[in-house]
Structure formats: structure tokens, C-alpha cells
């Protein structure tokens, strides 16, 4: 359920793209991403802080592309979000315990991990980095060089798709032999 509806600003987003056009479909993410908020915080008491980030941007680009009708506010958003994360990895490297890398990887993985030393980990952070900067590069290129309804379909599972295989690599390194061989 929890993954339903961290997916479901985008999926309703992309669902009135494609009924509507961009500025029906910026009007929706923007409710959705408001829903999605009220859903966390009604279920646990908080949000993430990924998702107040994420709603504060749709809420200033969707509302200047509504009211500006230009849906490069909207595209952009993307972009400024991916950047915004790359360089929350990138003081990561420098500030705290343990890179972001890290602690995404391990809160994701448990237990099931190889031990790694630091400096493995602050490389595999700043690849990151590197990954997220090109993402929201790759982001605007399609923005700029495809119909809105293409933009809308990357945006939604062409990145998503990019993130798996980007991860997947990662996975099966991070695995001990053992577990990523069965």
C-alpha cells in the first residue's frame, strides 16, 4: 500500500496527461501530491521529508504553470528535484556518519549486505551524484526535444526504469556472493 501511494501523484499525474493536457495533468499532481501528504501524515503522524520537497515544488512550478500557462515550470520541476537530491548525496559525502548512499542502501537491504569500507561508499555516493545530475540533464532533454505526452511517459517510467537498472548493479555488488548467485 505504501508504495501505491508514493507512486500515485505520478501515475495520476501521467493518467490526466495522457486524458487531458499538461496543464489538467499539473492541476492533478498538485492535489495528489497534497493528498499524498495528508495521507502520511494522517497515517503516521509525519511525512517524509522527500515528500514535503517534492510537494513544495509541484506546488510553485505546477502553480506558476498554471498561472503563467507554460508547462516548462512543471518540466523543470523534475530536473530541480534530481539536482536537489544529488547535492543533499554530495554534502552527505562530507557531512554525517555515513553518505546517503550508504544509508539508503543498508535501510533498504538490512542485513543482507556485504560489509564495505568508507571509501567504497563515499565513491559509490559521489556515482550517485553523478547519476542524478545526468538524470535531470536527460530530464530536460527530453523536455525540450519530445511531445509533452513522451516527456510525461519518460518522466513517470522511463526514470523509473533508468533508477532499476541503475540500483540493480549496486543490489548484486552490495549481496554477499552466496545470496546473489541462488
Not at 17 to 29: H, K, N, S, Y
Not at 80 to 87: D, G
Not at 119 to 131: D, I, K, P, S
Not at 150 to 159: I, M, P, R
Request: with cysteine; aromatic share 16%; charged share 10%.
Amino acid at each position: 500500500m505504501q508504495q501505491l501511494v508514493d507512486y500515485l501523484p505520478l501515475i495520476a499525474f501521467w493518467a490526466a496527461l495522457m486524458l487531458g493536457d499538461i496543464f489538467i495533468a499539473t492541476g492533478v499532481f498538485i492535489v495528489a501530491c497534497a493528498a499524498q501528504i495528508a495521507w502520511h501524515w494522517r497515517k503516521t503522524g509525519k511525512v517524509k521529508t522527500m515528500h514535503w520537497v517534492m510537494g513544495v515544488l509541484v506546488l510553485v512550478f505546477g502553480t506558476a504553470t498554471l498561472l503563467l500557462k507554460d508547462a516548462r515550470y512543471i518540466q523543470w520541476k523534475t530536473s530541480i528535484f534530481l539536482w536537489l537530491v544529488a547535492v543533499a548525496f554530495l554534502v552527505s559525502h562530507f557531512i554525517g556518519a555515513k553518505p546517503l548512499a550508504q544509508r539508503f542502501l543498508e535501510a533498504s537491504l538490512t542485513e543482507h549486505i556485504e560489509p564495505r569500507s568508507a571509501g567504497t561508499w563515499h565513491r559509490l555516493n559521489l556515482v550517485w551524484v553523478a547519476f542524478l545530475c545526468v538524470l535531470g540533464g536527460v530530464n530536460l532533454y527530453v523536455a525540450y526535444n519530445f511531445s509533452q505526452e513522451a516527456w510525461g511517459t519518460y518522466k513517470v517510467f522511463g526514470q523509473m526504469i533508468l533508477f532499476l537498472l541503475f540500483l540493480l548493479p549496486q543490489v548484486m555488488w552490495l549481496l554477499p556472493k552466496e545470496q546473489a548467485s541462488s
